[in-house]
């Protein structure tokens, strides 16, 4: 039975991708900043560890403790919407550290282990928001578009080695928590240039008559990645993110 080391998983995307990996079978390692046990439910194939992966001693934990792993999800990660003129440095750092930096440690990780087994699957997700400029969002874009640029070089680095490489991109999704997390990093809503843009942006975020992403979405395209040697690089997931990278194409 395979095993999948899934990371932010307290909720949205990654609780639901970690249920659909239980549900199904395999081995699963749910790894949280803080751990809660009453977002999963209990189950033999089911171990919930905490990590946070902006903190090497914790990586490191949580590796050990994970043991042997087939495929490592990187999902942990925030957003922030933001003009870039307001925007401040610590929630700059922040973003890069735990979406880009974060990763990175993860994938040096367990890299190591992969490649000496030749056999592994990695799978970042990132954003569709890395398909297109967007306001507001910029830095968030940049710290996932920084990830896709690390997967996609990552892919041809591990090809003789037998690991896959492949980059999960959401859309929209106003059903998770990702925009209420978001939040607290707001600026500019007292200033007169920024407000509209600002209030236009968080009405559009949480508008639910549109085509969106449902976190059993993502779950899905995760899986695909995990199960099918030949899942292409870049999957989007969800109604809106399949629009987005056929409007790219």
Partial sequence: MPTV????????????????????????????????????????????????????????????QAGDIDVLVNNAGFGAAVP?????????RGLFETNTLGALAMLQA??????????????NVTSSATLKPLPLVSVYRASKAAVDALTESLAVEMEPFGVRAHIVLPGRSPETSFGDNAM?????????DYKPMIEGFIASFRDDSGPFTHASDVAEAVWQAATDPHAPLRIPAGQDAVQWMAEAS
Avoid at 41 to 64: E, F, G, K, M, Y
């Fill in 110 to 123: 367990l890299l190591p282990m992969f490649r000496k087994r030749r056999s592994g699957a990695i799978i």
């Fill in 184 to 192: 607290p990093h707001l600026r500019g809503l007292d200033h007169p």
């Fill in 84 to 92: 870039i003129e307001l925007i401040e440095p610590e929630t700059a």
């Fill in 5 to 64: 080391l899934i990371t932010g998983c307290s909720s949205g995307f990654g609780l639901a991708t970690a249920k659909l990996f239980v549900d199904r079978g395999w081995q699963v390692v749910a790894t949280m900043r803080q751990p809660r046990t009453d977002v999963l439910p209990a189950a033999d194939n089911l171990r919930i560890l905490p990590l946070d992966v902006t903190q090497p001693a914790s990586i490191s934990t949580a590796v050990a």
